[in-house]
């Protein structure tokens, strides 16, 4: 079971307000919590947060969870105070009306509210269709433009109402755990390195900014690291809902354990590692084939800098992926730490990871 530090820790970072671009809060939360146990925290330009114990070791092992969310942005205020907006990274525009929803200005957090028409005033061949962002939009309870621009200017960044709930069998529900529980399990992998004192080799705990709009933080975190191994964590489509197809998306249960990837960004001596350590320790996992051949993560960020980093993903099954109430098991992230934990112990630093 989760400790309490490390529960109050996942419920801060979860209610934390990040769009992409715009991660700031989080990585407040995420480098005051590093401090705790690691031997230097630090930032970079882009936002991205570092923590780092045996810093001098010359072998490197990086982990990556991502701390930003996908959310919207101001673009225009119309005459009678309505504010139109543009998403930032995918949105599942289906789930968007009547969000509840929070401006993030430089005089705090104004909340809102994403308005439509009325599905009584909509002509009847047009209430099935899903509708585009620009027909959608926040409203503040102004009446006029100047009213709301007391408070709102255009590019300020809007982010989902923070919305965490626990629920039955050790699931939780909350914006943002794409992937904010990636980023709790790096640091809880590398709290759990720190008290443990290992010290063979430089570890270093990564939360990276922009994966949502292209990755774009993981690779200059990884180009100043340069590590030898990088693992990225984030989360994976949970394919044990109604009418998904296993046969197109493979079998990912809640509660099975962490999901184990096999693409053209896992190195495969470090997947024969990780598959290894899980049956010397007694943890489950699960297997998967990658949602495409390469790409979509921070794992093809890490391994392309400089002559190359032997990386692997490590997924956490996810319903709802890309909505206001994504769900996971907290079960595969306590099996996840523990996986990462006894797989960096494992490393032979000697180990050169070139597949041949």
């Known amino acids: 079971m989760l400790k309490k530090q490390s529960k109050?820790?996942?419920k801060k970072l979860l209610n934390a307000s990040s769009p992409s671009g715009f991660e700031y809060s989080a990585g407040k939360i995420f480098r005051?919590?590093?401090k705790i146990f690691c031997d230097r925290t630090y930032a970079?330009?882009?936002?991205n947060s570092f923590g780092v114990i045996n810093e001098n070791a010359p072998f490197k092992v990086m982990l990556a969870g991502h701390y930003d969310e996908i959310g919207f942005q101001v673009v225009h205020i119309c005459d009678n105070g309505f504010i139109y907006f543009r998403s930032v990274g995918g949105i599942d525009k289906i789930t968007i009306p009547g969000t509840e929803v929070e401006i993030l200005?430089?005089?705090g957090k104004i909340p809102g509210v994403i308005g439509k028409k009325p599905i009584h005033l909509v002509e009847a061949k047009d209430r099935e269709k899903s509708m585009d962002l620009k027909d959608l939009w926040i409203d503040i309870g102004t009446e006029t433009k100047k009213e709301s621009e007391k408070m709102i200017s255009i590019g300020d960044p809007i982010a989902f109402k923070p919305n965490y709930c626990e629920l039955k069998n050790n699931r939780i529900t909350s914006k943002g755990l794409d992937d904010?529980?990636?980023?709790?399990i790096a640091a809880e992998t590398i709290r759990t390195l720190a008290e443990a004192k290992f010290k063979n080799i430089a570890v270093y705990c990564v939360g990276t900014v922009q994966e949502e709009?292209?990755?774009r933080g993981a690779f200059p975190a990884s180009f100043s690291i340069h590590p030898n191994v990088g693992f990225a964590i984030d989360v994976g489509f949970a394919t044990d809902t109604p009418d998904i197809n296993v046969k197109q998306f493979g079998v990912a249960k809640l509660g099975k354990g962490p999901i184990l990837n096999r693409n053209a960004d896992?190195?495969?001596i470090l997947g024969k590692l990780l598959r290894e350590t899980s049956k010397k320790t007694k943890t489950p996992y699960q297997e998967d084939a990658g949602f495409r051949a390469s790409g979509g993560t921070d794992t093809a960020a890490i391994q392309l800098i400089k002559s190359g980093v032997a990386t692997?993903?490590?997924s956490i099954p996810n319903r709802y992926m890309h909505t206001q109430v994504e769900m996971v098991d907290l079960k595969d992230v306590e099996n996840a730490i523990q996986l990462l934990s006894h797989t960096i112990m494992a490393i032979n630093t000697k180990e050169s990871f070139i597949p041949v």
């Open 8 to 10: 109050d820790f996942l």
């Open 32 to 34: 005051e919590y590093l």
């Open 44 to 47: 970079d330009v882009m936002g």
């Open 105 to 107: 200005t430089e005089k």
């Open 180 to 184: 904010k529980i990636g980023a709790f």
């Open 213 to 215: 709009v292209g990755c």
């Open 266 to 268: 896992n190195n495969s």
């Open 312 to 314: 692997a993903l490590i």
